[in-house]
C-alpha cells in the first residue's frame, strides 16, 4: 500500500470516530416546559473537598455566592441544619429576597441534637421575617436514630419556642408507619423520590406517582398543610429497575414536578440546587447527582428545550480520535505490509478502542468521588486528620491507575491485531494481555456478586469493562474475517494471544460457568432488591402477588440488561476454549 492510501484510511476511521460520538451525544428533545422559579430547593453549599463527614465547612462568602446565584431560580431554600456555617443563611437569604425553611439535623448524639435546637429556635426567634418554616429532624425514623417519642420532645420543645409553623421531614411511608408523628407537626412534609422507592419507578410514571402519594397523605390526614420536602431525579449513577439515570430523565421529572404541582396546587422543594460530592461516600455515585447545577456551579439542563448528557463530547471525541490515529500509525507505517481491507480494520479496531478508553476514563474521572477502593482505606483511618489530608490525591491516583489499566490492555489489543494482520501469522504471543484478560474476567464476577449481595449504592459497571468487553468480541471476531478460523479456534481464549498455547486452559471451563451464572445473577440482583424491601413485602403480601412484579423487574433495568450481556460476551473465549478442547 501506499502512504497516501495509509493516510486516507486513518483519516476516515478518525472522522468517523468523532461521528460516531456526535451522534451519541446528540441534544435529545424534552418536550415539556416549565420556565418558572422553583418554590424552593434544598440548599447544602458544599464544593468538592468540603463534607460534614470531615467537618470541612463552606465560609460565608461561598454561602453567599450561592445564595445570589439561585436569585430568579428558585423562591427559596430548604436548610437540613442550623449549625456548621450555616447560621448566616437567614441573614443573607433576606439580603436576596430568598425565604428559608431553616432546619435541625438530629441523630443518635444527643449533645449535638440539643446544639441543633437550641440553634434552630435562636435563628428562628431572631429572623422571623426570612424563616417562614422550620424542620426539626430529616429521615431520622428512616435511618432508626430516633424512636418515634424522642423525635416527638424534640419538635415540641421547637413548638413551645418559634412562632414559624413546625414540621419533620421524611419519607412518605414513614407518616403512615407512625402517624402519631403527624399529629404533633404543624404542616407534613414528606419525601417523594420515585427512583428510591422500594417498587422504583421510570420517569414516565413520576406524575401519575407525585399524586397518588399527595393524595393519599391528605386522605389519611386531612387539614394538614402537605410540604413535598424532598422530589428530585440523579443524573449520574446506576439505574435501579424501570428508573433510568441520565440527563433526559432528570429534566423530564424536573419539569414534570413543576408542572404537575402548579395544576393540582402542590408545595414542594426541589433536591437539590447543587451536586454534593461528599455524598457519594453515602450513597455511592448516585448520591452525588441530584443538583440542578454541578459543583462547578453550572446548569446542568434548562427548564425548555432538549439538553444533552454530555457537552464535552467534542473535546472527548478529538481524544479518542489523536489516540486511535497514533495506534494505528505505530503499526501501519510499514504500509506495504498491509493489505486497503486490512489496514482499513486495524484503523477502525484502534479507533473503537480509544473511544473506549477515553469514555471510561472520562467516567472514571467524574465518578471519582465513589471509587471503593478508597472506602476501604477510609475504614481502616476512620477520622485520621493524615488521611483526610491526603484521601483527594490518593482517590486520584487511584482513579488513573484504573485508566491507566484499560489503556494499557487496548495497546496491548492493538499490538497483536497488528502484528498478525501484517505477518499473516494467526496469533502472536502476548502472555500479559491474557493475564490481564483473565483478571478482568475475575474482576467482573467479583462486581456482579457484589451488585447482587449488596447492590443498593454500587454502580454498574458497564463503561468500566467496555475494553475488554468489545476488543475480545472485535479481535474473535476480526480473527474469524482475517484468518478464516472456526468460531471455537477464533475466540478461545488460549489462542488469541499465544500461538495456541494456552495459559489457563484448564480455567475455560470453570471462568464460562461463572461468567455465565454472574449473568443470571445481574439482573437477578434487582429482584432480590425489591423482595426485600420493606414496603414492598407490606403492600404485596403473598407469593402470588409478588412474583409478576419480581419477574417483571428482571427485565426492567436496560443497564442492568447491558452488563448481562457483556458478562455473556466475556464469556465467550473461555467457552471457546472449553468447547475446543473437548
Same mark, same amino acid.
Given at each position: 500500500?501506499r502512504?497516501?492510501?495509509?493516510?486516507?484510511?486513518?483519516?476516515?476511521?478518525?472522522?468517523?470516530?468523532?461521528?460516531?460520538?456526535?451522534?451519541f451525544?446528540r441534544?435529545?428533545?424534552?418536550?415539556?416546559?416549565?420556565?418558572?422559579?422553583?418554590p424552593?430547593?434544598?440548599?447544602a453549599?458544599?464544593?468538592?473537598?468540603?463534607?460534614?463527614?470531615?467537618?470541612?465547612?463552606?465560609?460565608p462568602q461561598?454561602?453567599?455566592e450561592?445564595?445570589?446565584?439561585?436569585?430568579?431560580v428558585?423562591?427559596?431554600?430548604?436548610?437540613?441544619?442550623?449549625?456548621?456555617?450555616?447560621?448566616?443563611v437567614p441573614?443573607?437569604?433576606?439580603?436576596?429576597?430568598?425565604d428559608?425553611?431553616?432546619s435541625?439535623?438530629l441523630?443518635?448524639?444527643?449533645?449535638?441534637?440539643?446544639?441543633?435546637?437550641?440553634?434552630?429556635?435562636?435563628?428562628a426567634n431572631?429572623?422571623?421575617?426570612s424563616?417562614?418554616?422550620?424542620?426539626?429532624?430529616?429521615?431520622?425514623?428512616?435511618?432508626?436514630?430516633?424512636?418515634?417519642?424522642?423525635?416527638?420532645?424534640?419538635?415540641?420543645?421547637?413548638?413551645?419556642?418559634?412562632?414559624?409553623?413546625?414540621?419533620y421531614?421524611?419519607?412518605?411511608?414513614?407518616?403512615?408507619?407512625?402517624?402519631?408523628v403527624?399529629?404533633?407537626?404543624?404542616?407534613?412534609t414528606i419525601?417523594?423520590?420515585?427512583?428510591?422507592?422500594d417498587?422504583?419507578?421510570?420517569?414516565?410514571?413520576?406524575?401519575?406517582h407525585?399524586?397518588?402519594?399527595?393524595?393519599l397523605?391528605q386522605?389519611?390526614?386531612?387539614?394538614?398543610?402537605?410540604?413535598?420536602?424532598?422530589?428530585?431525579w440523579?443524573t449520574?449513577?446506576?439505574?435501579?429497575g424501570?428508573?433510568?439515570v441520565?440527563?433526559?430523565?432528570?429534566?423530564k421529572?424536573?419539569?414534570?414536578?413543576?408542572?404537575?404541582?402548579k395544576?393540582?396546587?402542590?408545595?414542594?422543594?426541589?433536591?437539590?440546587?447543587?451536586?454534593?460530592?461528599?455524598?457519594?461516600?453515602?450513597?455511592?455515585?448516585?448520591?452525588a447527582f441530584?443538583?440542578v447545577?454541578d459543583?462547578?456551579?453550572?446548569?446542568?439542563?434548562?427548564m425548555?428545550?432538549?439538553?444533552?448528557?454530555?457537552p464535552?463530547?467534542?473535546?472527548?471525541?478529538?481524544?479518542?480520535?489523536?489516540?486511535?490515529?497514533?495506534?494505528?500509525?505505530?503499526f501501519?507505517?510499514r504500509a506495504?505490509?498491509?493489505?486497503?481491507a486490512?489496514?482499513?480494520?486495524?484503523?477502525?479496531?484502534?479507533?473503537?478502542l480509544?473511544?473506549a478508553?477515553v469514555?471510561?476514563?472520562?467516567?472514571?474521572?467524574?465518578?471519582?468521588?465513589?471509587d471503593?477502593t478508597?472506602?476501604?482505606?477510609?475504614?481502616?483511618?476512620?477520622?485520621?486528620?493524615?488521611?483526610?489530608?491526603?484521601?483527594?490525591?490518593?482517590?486520584?491516583?487511584?482513579?488513573?491507575?484504573?485508566?491507566?489499566v484499560?489503556?494499557?490492555?487496548?495497546?496491548?489489543?492493538?499490538?497483536?491485531?497488528?502484528?498478525?494482520?501484517?505477518?499473516?501469522?494467526?496469533?502472536?504471543?502476548?502472555?500479559?494481555?491474557?493475564?490481564?484478560?483473565?483478571?478482568?474476567?475475575?474482576?467482573?464476577?467479583?462486581?456482579?456478586?457484589?451488585l447482587?449481595?449488596?447492590?443498593r449504592?454500587?454502580?454498574i459497571? %458497564?463503561v468500566e469493562? !467496555?475494553?475488554?468487553?468489545v476488543? #475480545? +468480541? @472485535?479481535?474473535g &471476531?476480526?480473527?474469524?474475517?482475517?484468518?478464516? *478460523?472456526p468460531?471455537?479456534?477464533?475466540?478461545?481464549?488460549?489462542?488469541?494471544?499465544?500461538?495456541g498455547?494456552?495459559?489457563?486452559?484448564?480455567?475455560?471451563?470453570?471462568?464460562?460457568?461463572?461468567?455465565?451464572v454472574?449473568?443470571?445473577?445481574?439482573?437477578?440482583?434487582e429482584s432480590?432488591?425489591?423482595?426485600?424491601?420493606?414496603?414492598?413485602?407490606?403492600?404485596?403480601a403473598?407469593?402470588?402477588e409478588?412474583?409478576?412484579?419480581l419477574a417483571?423487574?428482571?427485565?426492567? %433495568?436496560?443497564?442492568m !440488561?447491558?452488563?448481562?450481556?457483556? #458478562? +455473556? @460476551?466475556?464469556? &465467550?473465549?473461555?467457552?471457546?476454549?472449553?468447547? *475446543?478442547?473437548?
Amino acid at each position: 500500500m501506499r502512504i497516501a492510501s495509509i493516510l486516507v484510511i486513518l483519516f476516515v476511521s478518525a472522522v468517523a470516530s468523532v461521528a460516531g460520538w456526535g451522534w451519541f451525544n446528540r441534544p435529545v428533545p424534552v418536550a415539556l416546559s416549565f420556565d418558572e422559579p422553583f418554590p424552593s430547593v434544598s440548599f447544602a453549599p458544599f464544593r468538592r473537598g468540603q463534607s460534614p463527614i470531615s467537618q470541612t465547612y463552606p465560609p460565608p462568602q461561598q454561602i453567599e455566592e450561592d445564595l445570589k446565584g439561585l436569585v430568579g431560580v428558585a423562591k427559596g431554600v430548604r436548610t437540613y441544619t442550623a449549625r456548621e456555617g450555616m447560621e448566616i443563611v437567614p441573614e443573607l437569604a433576606r439580603k436576596y429576597g430568598i425565604d428559608v425553611t431553616h432546619s435541625a439535623w438530629l441523630g443518635k448524639k444527643l449533645d449535638i441534637n440539643a446544639a441543633e435546637v437550641d440553634a434552630l429556635i435562636a435563628a428562628a426567634n431572631a429572623n422571623p421575617d426570612s424563616i417562614k418554616r422550620v424542620i426539626v429532624g430529616n429521615e431520622v425514623l428512616l435511618r432508626q436514630d430516633l424512636k418515634p417519642d424522642e423525635l416527638i420532645a424534640y419538635i415540641r420543645k421547637v413548638k413551645a419556642a418559634v412562632k414559624q409553623p413546625v414540621s419533620y421531614a421524611d419519607v412518605w411511608a414513614f407518616y403512615l408507619r407512625y402517624p402519631q408523628v403527624a399529629n404533633e407537626v404543624d404542616f407534613i412534609t414528606i419525601h417523594i423520590l420515585p427512583y428510591w422507592e422500594d417498587e422504583p419507578i421510570g420517569v414516565e410514571g413520576a406524575a401519575e406517582h407525585i399524586v397518588k402519594i399527595y393524595r393519599l397523605m391528605q386522605e389519611r390526614f386531612p387539614g394538614k398543610p402537605i410540604l413535598i420536602g424532598e422530589a428530585g431525579w440523579p443524573t449520574k449513577g446506576r439505574n435501579r429497575g424501570p428508573a433510568a439515570v441520565n440527563m433526559e430523565s432528570a429534566a423530564k421529572f424536573v419539569r414534570t414536578l413543576a408542572k404537575v404541582s402548579k395544576e393540582n396546587g402542590f408545595d414542594y422543594n426541589l433536591v437539590e440546587a447543587f451536586d454534593q460530592p461528599w455524598k457519594a461516600k453515602l450513597e455511592g455515585t448516585v448520591g452525588a447527582f441530584w443538583g440542578v447545577e454541578d459543583v462547578d456551579r453550572a446548569v446542568k439542563f434548562t427548564m425548555s428545550g432538549p439538553v444533552q448528557d454530555n457537552p464535552d463530547w467534542p473535546r472527548h471525541a478529538a481524544w479518542a480520535a489523536g489516540l486511535g490515529l497514533i495506534a494505528a500509525l505505530v503499526f501501519l507505517r510499514r504500509a506495504g505490509d498491509y493489505t486497503p481491507a486490512r489496514a482499513l480494520v486495524l484503523a477502525v479496531f484502534a479507533q473503537i478502542l480509544a473511544s473506549a478508553v477515553v469514555w471510561q476514563a472520562t467516567n472514571a474521572w467524574v465518578t471519582r468521588d465513589s471509587d471503593r477502593t478508597i472506602w476501604l482505606v477510609a475504614t481502616l483511618l476512620p477520622g485520621s486528620k493524615a488521611w483526610l489530608a491526603v484521601e483527594p490525591l490518593v482517590r486520584d491516583a487511584v482513579t488513573v491507575a484504573r485508566i491507566a489499566v484499560h489503556a494499557v490492555f487496548a495497546v496491548l489489543l492493538v499490538r497483536v491485531a497488528g502484528l498478525s494482520l501484517r505477518t499473516g501469522a494467526v496469533s502472536c504471543r502476548c502472555v500479559w494481555s491474557e493475564r490481564v484478560a483473565i483478571f478482568y474476567a475475575v474482576m467482573a464476577w467479583v462486581a456482579t456478586l457484589l451488585l447482587f449481595f449488596n447492590g443498593r449504592y454500587r454502580d454498574i459497571p %458497564n463503561v468500566e469493562y !467496555l475494553a475488554p468487553c468489545v476488543g #475480545l +468480541a @472485535l479481535w474473535g &471476531l476480526i480473527r474469524v474475517w482475517a484468518f478464516g *478460523l472456526p468460531w471455537r479456534q477464533a475466540f478461545a481464549i488460549g489462542q488469541m494471544f499465544s500461538s495456541g498455547v494456552p495459559a489457563r486452559r484448564l480455567a475455560g471451563r470453570e471462568m464460562a460457568g461463572v461468567l455465565m451464572v454472574a449473568m443470571v445473577l445481574a439482573p437477578a440482583s434487582e429482584s432480590l432488591a425489591l423482595y426485600l424491601g420493606e414496603d414492598f413485602q407490606a403492600m404485596h403480601a403473598t407469593l402470588a402477588e409478588q412474583a409478576p412484579l419480581l419477574a417483571g423487574i428482571f427485565f426492567a %433495568n436496560g443497564e442492568m !440488561l447491558v452488563w448481562s450481556a457483556m #458478562l +455473556a @460476551l466475556m464469556a &465467550l473465549p473461555y467457552w471457546a476454549e472449553w468447547r *475446543l478442547q473437548k
